[in-house]
């Protein structure tokens, strides 16, 4: 998700059931703790993971919205997609 998250513009979707029958991809959440939203990207990762879909977090300590690309999280980024495309 990188920026965002399932849901709309700042209301994240906390629906476990509409998100178990979507038949939805792994996803991978990357924010940081002073972002504004953590708390929408948290309900939605939790829900997704009660949903059963493969959810990677990636939590970058102290940094906000818009954090670029510093604390290198694309390589971990990179590395996961790699992982889901080799493995399916």
């Known amino acids: 998700m990188i920026y965002s998250f399932y849901g709309r513009l700042s209301v994240a979707s906390t629906d476990t059931d509409k998100f178990a029958s979507s038949n939805l991809p792994p996803t991978y959440f990357c924010y940081g703790t002073r972002d504004p939203f953590v ?12 949903a059963g879909v ?31 495309f080799e493995n399916n």
């Open 39 to 50: 708390g929408e990207f948290e309900e939605c990762v939790e829900a997704l993971k009660e």
């Open 54 to 84: 493969p959810v990677e977090v990636n939590v970058l300590e102290g940094r906000p919205h818009g954090y670029s690309y510093t604390e290198g999280w694309i390589p971990a980024y990179d590395a996961w997609l790699t992982g889901i």
